[in-house]
């Protein structure tokens, strides 16, 4: 699938704006590696649409194609997807002594071994005292399965007693918890093989007896299509604060990790990796964005390409500013930066020595709106007359604000902030602080 996608974007070779064709050839190569990788056919839908309209218009870094960039833009928008709000991935709501963690799924799912999971690093890395408690009641030799588990990885458990109920077990958990002064307490719910009425109705029970702070629901994520519609069941039926993505380390290609999150709209808050109780870890976007496309290296390419055009861009005018050179293109190329960057206020902030110009501006009222009119007067600038300032006289300023529709007035403010910027590249050229302006302008 790489080979044919890599094919297509070769193709994609000549450079300049995105255009639209160019995104139509790659997208829909990108449909088929989401179709491919198990992502669901109105969410690969929805998810091309997002991506066409961020690729519409963007320029092409030099020296990669229109093919790849716009591999880079799908990897990005996967990675926004899947990420979600910050602060979800990876996180537990544990506060509130004793907090219950409700474990819920269909059977061989990897309930109970996540339950060890999680319990171990509660305890290792959040320095929690946890119990564990089963409350499968069907499967034979379940309970004994988590407090053998528990006994591995030196966390409590409830102690079994013969025929009790899933909310009578639940029940005495909650007040051990509380009793024998525990952080947390997990419930591992028992499964079954499909969602059926009773397994719902006592996972319901248990949940009103307990008021969970996080209710997991742990899915295989080999079973794609699957693992998302037993998501969207749970959910609408018990409520789940977030998702565990297991048997992550099998050659499955991560595309129910994007529907599940598309569509249930709830954090991917860990995968499980092997069946060893330290295999599990908080759930990275770009692995797995970089897994369903298959194209990490595109990406990385991209990236650096576009550095390395920033920082030759950079070398070049540091180069010429020390000669004194600083024309109008300049003053452009810095005025476009700075609407990049935030506006005037950020950039200036962090220039050294700029720090009192800042000020002024501030003071002045600047803002964006004045950059954009900048550019404007820039823009209706000869070649001749950006390149050589000096030039810029009565008749010609009274053309050059007219053109951009201004007034002559703005046109000498900025022709004086031209100025002061080229003394001070020229003191700063002359005190040889190549290093320092390079610092500023990154
Ligand atoms: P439960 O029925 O939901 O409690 O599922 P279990 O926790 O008993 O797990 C079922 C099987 O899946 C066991 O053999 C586990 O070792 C295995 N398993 C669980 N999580 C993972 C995982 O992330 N990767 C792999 N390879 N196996 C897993
Ligand atoms: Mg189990």
């Not at 022709?415 to 700063?428: A, G, I, P, T, Y």
């Amino acid at each position: 699938l790489s080979d044919r996608l890599s094919g297509v974007f070769d193709r994609l070779t000549k450079q300049g704006a995105l255009s639209e064709d160019d995104v139509k050839t790659a997208l829909r190569e990108v449909r088929v590696a989401l179709l491919e990788a198990d992502v669901s056919l109105p969410v690969a839908r929805d998810f091309i649409k997002a991506v066409q309209e961020k690729a519409a218009g963007q320029s092409v870094t030099k020296s990669v194609t229109p093919g790849q960039q716009v591999v880079k833009i799908v990897h990005d928008e996967l990675v926004h997807v899947l990420a979600g709000d910050e602060g979800e991935i990876g996180s537990l709501k544990i506060d509130n002594a004793p907090a219950p963690i409700l474990m819920v799924g269909l059977q061989g799912g990897g309930k109970t071994t996540t339950a060890g999971k999680l319990a171990k690093r509660l305890k290792e890395k959040n320095g929690k005292r946890v119990l564990l408690a089963s409350l499968d009641i069907y499967r034979p030799a379940a309970q004994q399965q988590l407090a053998i588990l528990g006994t591995q990885i030196g966390v409590d458990t409830l102690p079994i007693v013969a025929g009790e109920s899933a909310v009578q077990i639940a029940k005495r958990a909650k007040q051990q918890a509380t009793m024998g002064g525990y952080d947390v307490y997990m419930l591992d719910t028992a499964g079954r093989l499909q969602i059926d009425e009773t397994l719902m109705k006592e996972v319901e029970d248990v949940r009103d007896v307990v008021n969970p702070r996080e209710t997991l629901l742990v899915v295989d994520g080999l079973t794609g299509q699957v693992a998302v519609e037993v998501a969207e069941e749970f959910d609408a039926k018990i409520g789940i604060s977030g998702v565990v993505l297991t048997r992550m380390d099998g050659d499955g290609r991560g595309g129910a990790a994007l529907s599940m999150r598309a569509i249930t709209g709830k954090p991917i808050k860990f995968v499980g990796l092997g069946e060893k109780m330290d295999a599990l870890e908080e759930f990275h976007p770009e692995r797995i964005a970089g897994r369903i496309l298959g194209m990490g290296d595109i990406v990385s390419l991209v990236e650096k390409a576009q550095e390395t055009i920033e920082a030759e861009q950079a070398e070049r005018m540091m180069k010429r500013f020390q000669k004194g050179q600083f024309n109008m293109n300049d003053l452009k190329m810095q005025l476009n930066q700075m609407l990049q960057m935030g506006g005037m206020e950020g950039i200036m902030g962090m220039m050294p020595g700029m720090k009192k110009m800042a000020k002024q501006v501030e003071e002045s009222g600047f803002d964006d709106s004045i950059l954009r009119r900048q550019i404007a007067l820039i823009n209706s600038m000869t070649k001749k007359e950006r390149a050589n300032p000096q030039l810029l006289q009565a008749s010609r300023k009274k053309r050059i604000a007219q053109g951009a529709g201004l007034e002559v007035s703005e046109l000498n403010k900025l022709m004086k902030m031209h100025r002061q910027m080229s003394d001070m590249m020229k003191k700063m050229g002359k005190m040889g602080k190549g290093g320092m302006m390079k610092q500023a302008m990154k």
